[in-house]
Structures are given as structure tokens and as C-alpha cells.
């Protein structure tokens, strides 16, 4: 973990932390893990690049909240709605909206509102709307081409 902190159960990833990340199975651990440091009901914004393993660490929490099917980026459709046995995960992908507004006239705020946890990549025209929102960013690492670096921002 960044700057030599552990996670523990009330510090998982402090703002300005850095975890490393090698390989699929570590990213959707963490998705997992990370599910208990967010709050019912919160919103998870994850920024990165196209492959920097948001979508991993979207399919660990969907997995931990008991989804058994396939999960993967809402590109096309910008939003979905998982249904859990541990509550709705919202999966919102922001990338080809070109207003908020697209997403608000789509029903977003019911839809957090009705969601466990709604997580939004690509979603910084929603910063501002969100200020308690769980900010994390993922990046590939140039040595190694397996390990991702997350960071959070806020």
C-alpha cells in the first residue's frame, strides 16, 4: 500500500494512498474489499484510462455483493443496474455523454438513490454533484504491463 500504510478496517486506502494491483484476480479482490469502506447508498467514481481495470474492480464488488453473472462496462448502454442479494449496483459509464443532463433525464438520481452502491466511470461533469463521492484513479504501470496502480483522490 502507498505510503507504507496498511489497510485496516477504518483506513482502507486514505486519500493520496496508493495500492498496487497485480493481475485480474487482485483487482476484483480489492473491488471486494473496498465494498465495506463505502458507505450504503454512496457513489464510487473510478477515472483511469481505457484497460486500467475499472470495470475489474467493478465485477469484485458485484461478485461480493452475490451477482453471478456477467459484468461488464456499460459502454454502450451508459448505465446498468445490477440486481444483488446485497442491493442494487448501479455500473454508470459516463465516456460518451456529453451533458450530465443526458444521465439525469436517464433517471440517475432515482437510480442511486434505489442502489447499494452506483459506481461512475468516466464521470468528472459529476464531481460537483457528488462532493462525499469516493474519488479513486487507475492506472496502468509502464514496468509492468499486469500491475495497475490505484490511487484515491478523494
Keep these: 500500500m502507498g505510503k507504507s500504510q496498511k489497510p485496516g478496517r477504518d483506513n482502507f486506502l486514505l486519500p ?23 458507505p450504503v447508498g454512496g457513489v464510487l467514481f473510478l477515472e483511469g484510462e481505457l484497460g486500467s481495470g475499472k470495470t475489474s474492480l467493478t465485477q469484485g464488488m ?14 454502450y448502454a ?9 442491493g ?3 455500473h454508470v459509464d459516463a ?13 440517475l438520481e432515482d437510480l442511486i438513490e ?9 464521470g468528472q461533469a459529476l ?3 457528488y462532493p462525499q463521492a469516493t474519488l479513486l484513479r ?5 514496468e509492468d504491463e499486469d500491475v495497475r496502480r490505484v490511487t484515491r483522490l478523494r
Design 114 to 122: 434505489g442502489s447499494r452502491l452506483s459506481v461512475i466511470e468516466w
Design 138 to 142: 487507475l492506472e496502468h504501470v509502464p
Design 78 to 86: 451508459l448505465m446498468q443496474p445490477y440486481p444483488t442479494p446485497g
Design 16 to 38: 493520496g494512498q496508493s495500492a498496487l494491483l497485480r493481475g485480474l484476480e487482485q483487482q476484483q479482490a480489492f473491488g471486494a474489499a473496498l465494498l465495506d469502506h463505502l
Design 62 to 75: 458485484a461478485r461480493r455483493l452475490g451477482f453471478t453473472g456477467t459484468v461488464s462496462s456499460p459502454t
Design 95 to 107: 465516456y460518451r455523454v456529453q451533458h450530465p443532463g443526458e444521465l439525469y433525464d436517464m433517471g
Design 127 to 129: 464531481y460537483g454533484d
Design 88 to 90: 442494487q449496483l448501479l
